[in-house]
């Protein structure tokens, strides 16, 4: 019964990913989203962090333009961390 109830949770989970990172792509990958990011990046102040942030940011409009979200999603979480966000 425990075995069932652990499947049954992992299923689920497993479920809602592809969910999330739809979720993600409506909201991350938007022009305006881009348009906030370049100026937030703008105000960032550690060059290194700056440089990675702009690098995947440009990854990320490129997977768009491309019509790859899973892609997009993908650089914007780097984008985001080397953010610190």
Not at 30 to 41: D, E, P, R
Request: positive net charge.
């Amino acid at each position: 019964m425990f075995r069932l109830t652990v499947l049954a949770a992992f299923m689920i989970a497993i479920g809602c990913l592809p969910a999330s990172a739809q979720d993600k792509a409506k909201e991350w990958c938007t022009n305006a989203h881009m348009q906030q990011m370049t100026s937030q990046i703008g105000k960032m102040t550690d060059a290194a962090k700056k440089k990675e942030a702009k690098s995947h940011l440009a990854m990320s409009k490129a997977a768009m333009k491309a019509k790859d979200m899973a892609g997009c999603v993908k650089h914007m979480e780097q984008a985001h961390q080397a953010m610190g966000l």
